[in-house]
């Protein structure tokens, strides 16, 4: 759950912990956090604008101490500060959040405004698709794929409103780019339970509902990168591997029912994958060259039309799918020999 409407109530927080929901809530600022926040030594770099930290602290009449996120942003000139200005310190004004998520608190702070700014896209796609088909039913549901009550909730919200999926697009993931040694395991086992877990677990639990229509569709989004092994990517693209061939066997046991089933394996697109992907501000950046990168369009594009003419796999783009096709050609000691020297040559940059 992510509230960002007002200040949490005492209630609010009872609520989410009798239940155990995962939540991420706007804080209320007191005397005491205050203090705390202002003599943090520790702090994160998200850009030159925004640092984040962390700090636990036991509310009074609270059983046990609860997280606390701080985000720190540096005042501009002509700036208007997004929020309420909470602790008065010159040059900075920071924010602050409750949270009961295990994720370090850069990934908390990108969950929180990742999530804002797609629900705000998909409001504004929703409107502009009631626009455009006045007579279609758009409907919106947002959770966390990776908490299997919260899965449960909407597939019961699902039978409650009587809303029958006849079309299924596994889509959600992330990535995380650098060296597999040196990186959060909190990240990694975030990144397994979106692309591999919540994506198998949806596809079950829908798998009936699916199979009950003449002919029904299932699109699992994967990616060039489960072709081969991929230093600096080494758990997204094992994950990515893990979709094609789970695409692969499940399409051949269907075969004979009315439920087709489509791999998506885009190359390098233009989206919000790159920024999620990179660990710090100061850490590389997943990069491509842009000659190469497909239009998020013609990705979408492409891959409906390999759903309807029920094609098994579907890599967008001439040149991406000329490449994996070369690829495909070069021994794996030739391929693991250029990828260690690649690797090399990066690491004494």
């Known amino acids: 759950m992510r509230a960002d409407s007002g200040f949490f109530q005492q209630q609010l927080l009872e609520f989410l912990h009798a239940r155990n929901l995962s939540y991420i809530v706007v804080a209320k600022m007191t005397y005491y956090l205050r203090r705390r926040c202002v003599g943090i030594k520790e702090w994160e770099a998200v850009d030159e604008n925004y640092a984040v930290a962390e700090l636990t602290h036991q509310i009074q009449g609270w059983p046990k ?22 602790i008065e310190v010159p040059g900075y004004t920071f924010r602050l959040w409750v949270t009961n998520r295990l994720e370090g608190p ?12 797609v629900e705000q896209r998909i409001e504004e796609l929703k409107a502009e698709l009631g626009r455009a088909f006045p007579s279609l039913n758009v409907f919106v549901y947002g959770l966390d794929l990776r908490d299997e009550q919260a899965t449960d909730q909407f597939l019961a919200w699902l039978a409650e409103n009587n809303l029958r999926v006849n079309f299924l697009i596994n889509n959600a993931g992330h990535g995380d780019y ?10 990694f086992d975030s990144m397994i339970a979106l692309n591999v877990t919540a994506l198998t677990r949806l596809t079950h639990r829908l798998l009936p509902t699916l199979k009950s229509f003449e002919t029904s569709s299932i699109l699992n989004v994967s990616s060039i990168a489960g072709f081969m092994p991929m230093p600096q990517l080494a758990v997204y693209a094992a994950t990515k591997a893990y979709v094609t061939s789970f695409s692969e066997a499940l399409r051949i046991e269907l075969r004979n029912t009315g439920v087709s089933v489509t791999t998506l394996c885009p ?3 233009s989206t919000e994958f790159g920024d999620v992907a990179q660990r710090d501000a100061s850490s590389d950046r997943v990069t491509a060259p842009g000659f190469f990168k497909v239009p998020v369009e013609q990705v979408a594009g492409e891959a409906l039309d390999a759903v309807m003419r029920d094609q098994a ?3 967008p783009g001439w040149k991406v799918f000329l490449g994996v096709a070369l690829l495909s050609l070069v021994p794996m000691a030739i391929l693991r020999f250029g990828l260690a020297q690649w690797n090399q040559s990066r690491e004494e940059k």
């Open 313 to 315: 796999r579907v890599i």
């Open 65 to 86: 101490a609860l997280r606390f996120v701080v985000v720190r942003e540096r005042v501009r000139e002509n700036k208007e500060t997004a929020g309420c200005k909470l």
């Open 267 to 269: 190359g390098p697109v």
């Open 178 to 187: 650098g060296d597999f040694s040196s990186g959060d395991w909190e990240r």
């Open 106 to 117: 850069m990934e908390i702070w990108r969950a929180y405004n990742g999530r804002a700014c």
